[in-house]
Nanobody, 127 residues
Framework: VQLQASGGGLVQAGGSLRLSCTASGRTSDTDALGWFRQAPGKEREFVGCYWRRNSRPYYSDSVKGQGRFTISRDNAKNTMYLQMNSLKPEDTAVYYC???????????????????WGQGTQVTVSS
């Protein structure tokens, strides 16, 4: 299984980006497709995930209340998206998509629950 993340770039504060994560290979046993981000000098942080069993997105507490990020999935294209609006400088990070199998619901926010990772795409938000 390979994951290809794309769509990052440089954007001004208040702008928008849409990240894509395309999976290839065997994906039928996927439980969760996650988005994580890692800023310089910080630990990798859960942003959200698409939970395949109920086809619903879930978000970290840090992004959920603000409603700025939206996860969606196009099954026909085997692609997951992260729409990011009203971007802030603190959103600057490398964004990774990841795929997990055998993930239990309560562990979806943990990077260790995901076995397959994309290469990451840089998002830089200027003030």
């Amino acid at each position: 299984v390979q994951l290809q993340a794309s769509g990052g770039g440089l954007v001004q504060a208040g702008g928008s980006l849409r990240l894509s994560c395309t999976a290839s290979g065997r994906t039928s046993d996927t439980d969760a497709l996650g988005w994580f981000r890692q800023a310089p000098g910080k630990e990798r942080e859960f942003v959200g995930c698409y939970w395949r069993r109920n086809s619903r997105p879930y978000y970290s507490d840090s992004v959920k209340g603000q409603g700025r990020f939206t996860i969606s999935r196009d099954n026909a294209k085997n692609t997951m998206y992260l729409q990011m609006n009203s971007l802030k400088p603190e959103d600057t990070a490398v964004y990774y998509c990841a795929r997990g199998t055998g993930v239990i619901f309560s562990a979806m926010t943990e990077a260790s629950a995901y076995s397959y990772w994309g290469q990451g795409t840089q998002v830089t938000v200027s003030s």
